[in-house]
């Protein structure tokens, strides 16, 4: 095993061990491409949420947000196009039956298969004799499509049919004509929604980076199409300050321009970002320009006008979409991955999560320096009652010697640690503050505390 598939196991290990990520449906074995997230796992992924909405929605006056609903009209998904052409190489194995994507298959034999069509897989597959994983020979490759079909209501004829979503973008297309009724913006604006996803992958992999069950944030911004490039600049820009925002190594972050055979028929331009995650550089961002595709299709599917009327031009069009597209679960993973960090402290090796204060589910620890001294307790708790009133995300713990609470805190990313010691009690002296990158202390008096702890965390 490689390096950094070796961090990649330890990683998972120390993210179900400290209560980040665990394995959906464990106790009954599990269910593939599906992830449980723990108390620190929705403190880190709240942080991420907040810092997105704050971005794209709060600090703007051109977007509006949208909740909308999992379970839609089928003659959305019609409209789409997702019905006909949401699906997946599959090939399946003679001997075994298993399923298996196809592209994985043919880029596990180092064969690029950007481009390539379904006809194209199933020549080279027959052509290179590619087996299954499990070394059997494999059938023709054909189309599978990934969307969950379910039945709405009593009856289960082709009427009752739905889908649970598979992307969260659809949802706000067919409530453009809502927001123009209700607020009457003028282009630009944007609608922007955080929200569930369902894919029925054939093959879910590579912990949250591919799984049937997964969270986006998303917008759609509206644009007059004389001036979508400026828009599309503009967001490209946004993107990746957001990485920024969150942490992300930038020299891990890569831009790629979507080649013309490459990109969704409805984009006529596609900037993909991509990650350096342990098991290779991967999609994790995706910055389109859909024309006006989705309203388009939504007006005739519907019957709806779904037009736009510029009181200054006196022109009525339909309106261009410029799509950025954020994945929740491959953010996460991308900060996680960044962050895991083996280094030496103090002649001991250590593990610990080199996460940026503004997404760390704690950001400051209040310990007493021993767990058996009353006054030392005493005393830690008023620290750790008044950090809690303007820091929120603090953790009290006494819970085995100093250090290995200092050891906890940092497989976990607790930026600092502040220690109550007999100093602080007998000689006014102040508490201790430990960096957890550098492992160093510093002394700081009470009454600076506060002030201290909000510089350092950047608030």
Known sequence: MSKALETMELLISLAKRRGFIYQGSEIYGGLAGT?????LGVA?????????????VDDRDDMYGIDAALIMNQRIWEASGHVASFADPLVEDLKTKKRFRADHLLEEAGIETKGLTIAKMDVLIKEKKIKSPDGNSVGDVRQFNMMFKTHVGANEDAGAVSYLRPETAQGMFVNFKNIMDSFHPKLPF????IGKAFRNEIAPRDFLFRTREFEQMEIEYMVDPKKWTETFDHFREQMIA?????????????????ADEDRAFYSKRTIDFEFDFPFGKKELYGLAYRTDYDLKQHSEFSKVDLSYYDEETKERFIPHCIEPSFGMDRTILAILTDAYTEDELGGEKRTYLRLAPSVAPYKVAVFPLLKNKPQLIEKARDIFKIIKKVIPEVIFDDNGNIGKRYRRQDEIGTPFCVTVDFDTIEKG???TVRNRDSGTQERVEEKDLIEFLKKSIGQ
């Open 44 to 56: 880190l992924k709240n942080n991420v949420r907040k810092i997105w909405w704050k971005r794209f």
């Open 242 to 258: 957001f990485t920024k925002d969150v942490g992300l190594t930038q020299s891990k972050v890569h831009e790629l321009e979507v």
């Open 190 to 193: 944007g609608m922007a929604q």
């Open 35 to 39: 992830w449980d997230y723990g108390p």
């Open 429 to 431: 002296a102040g508490v």
